[in-house]
């Protein structure tokens, strides 16, 4: 059965560092990409990034580039989510996805399977 | 970067309604448009892949059609379990993007 399964609820004050995880199982994990995204309160889905845990290949949405850091751990099957310094603004559930491989590096398939979101709240 | 625009942004509708959203990309995206239910607080949920292609285990009164930049998502009759916020999603580019969210509220 595939499963990816997040780390759980964070609260943070503005300036601390995170880094929130979600470990895959039930599939090969280093064949499928892994995607983050973001729903603020009441909102809607915003598409973060994209990693390829086989060889580390990233993909950012402009909006997010800069602002945090996706890696993987191939070795133990997990993908990370990861701040420097938080914002207020950055309070959200975070979840991630497993999106098929279309071909040699192609990102034109679905996510398939989600994780149960990581909630992070940041507030002094 | 490629927007989606989804209408309406919510809608009321009552059990056994034909329900249809659309959802317009800014720019042709072929058939790479994905459908997601998601309900209240759950993770969302792949509907339609490739424009039309249903995703194992959905129910057939969901359906999807279109391709270049214009797409709709139809639930031929509406059941109690379908009240759910809907979004689209492009993953033609590289970098993908969602749509704004489509709620479909009981009437």
């Known amino acids: 059965e595939v499963q990816l399964v997040q780390s759980g609820a964070e609260v943070k004050k503005p300036g601390e560092s995170l880094k929130i995880s979600c470990k895959g199982s039930g599939y090969s994990f280093t064949s499928y990409w892994i995607g983050w995204v973001r729903q603020m309160p009441g909102k809607g889905l915003e598409w973060m990034g994209i990693?390829?845990?086989?060889?580390?290949?990233?993909r950012y949405s402009p909006s997010f580039q800069g602002q945090v850091t996706i890696s993987a751990d191939k070795s133990i099957s997990t993908a990370y989510l990861q701040w420097s310094s938080l914002k207020a603004s950055d309070t959200a559930m975070y979840y991630c996805a497993r999106q098929p491989m279309g071909g040699v590096g192609a990102t034109t398939t679905p996510f398939d399977y989600w994780g149960q979101g990581t909630l992070v709240t940041v507030s002094s | 970067d490629i927007q989606m625009t989804q209408s309406p942004s919510s809608l009321s509708a009552s059990v056994g309604d034909r329900v249809t959203i659309t959802c317009r990309a800014s720019q042709s995206i072929s058939s790479y448009l994905n459908w997601y239910q998601q309900k209240p607080g759950k993770a969302p949920k792949l509907l339609i892949y490739a424009a039309s292609s249903l995703q194992s285990g959905v129910p057939s009164r969901f359906s999807g059609s279109g391709s270049g930049t214009d797409f709709t998502l139809t639930i031929s009759s509406l059941q109690p379990e379908d009240f759910a916020t809907y979004y689209c999603q492009q993953s033609y580019s590289t970098r993908s993007a969602f749509g704004g969210g489509t709620k479909v509220e009981i009437k």
């Open positions: 990693i390829y845990p086989g060889d580390s290949d990233t």
